[in-house]
């Protein structure tokens, strides 16, 4: 009797045993699963992001295309709706574009990162693509060419290399855009009242009256008056045209 219990204690403590050794070690298979998932979780955003603008290949470029628009692009709406399409919310153009995610050198570029260019050389940021991997950039540039894929080393976009910036973060999750600051409310200055100022009355004219002349007798004293009369109108008439 006594041996029959001993055999099932026996039998008993063997089996709680093997529920911890198995429960173990399920522990021990989880956490590197779960590391694994974080990573493929970013390639496949990155994988989705290429395959995603690979669909607009051909597709016409257009300068200041609209955003959203599908059946025109610029270099900078189509990464901007490509990776919209993948929950990853960026600027419209290439230089608001340039300041989110986090900078990366040319040398250690990854599939989904941005890559911005200077081809003008003027110092102004002015295309932008998106970086497959195995030196190959996806993007569009140029009226009669569209969505394109195109060598990177060499190229005009990597002579005008400025950075490269990664929107797509180690875990996946996608990268929102900074909003852009609500302008200052307007000050309005009130414009100053004019004042009206009372008008001064015009001078007043006097016109002296004629002074009356006695009357001559016709002779020799009223020619010579009349001489002098007219002397000394041909003299005014000269001082009002300023001759002296």
Known sequence: MNNMKKSQFVKTLAGIT????????????????QAHAA???SSSVADNVIATGKRFLGVPYRFGAASGRTDLFDCSSFTQYVFKQNGI?????????????????????????LIFSDTNHDGIINHVSIYMGNNQVIHTYRVGIGVTISNFAGSAWDRGFVTARRVIPGNGQAVAAPQPSAPAPAVTTPAPQKTTQPTAPAPAVTTPSPQKTSGHVAGTHSK??????????THSSKNEHGED
């Open 89 to 113: 919310n960026l600027p419209r153009n290439s230089r608001q574009q340039s300041t989110v995610g986090t900078p990366v050198a040319k040398d250690q570029l990854q599939p989904g990162d």
């Open 39 to 41: 990573t493929v979780s």
């Open 224 to 233: 010579k008056h009349t001489k002098h009369s007219k002397t000394h109108k």
């Open 18 to 33: 093997l529920t911890f050794a198995i429960a173990f070690s399920g522990s021990m298979v989880v956490t590197p699963q």
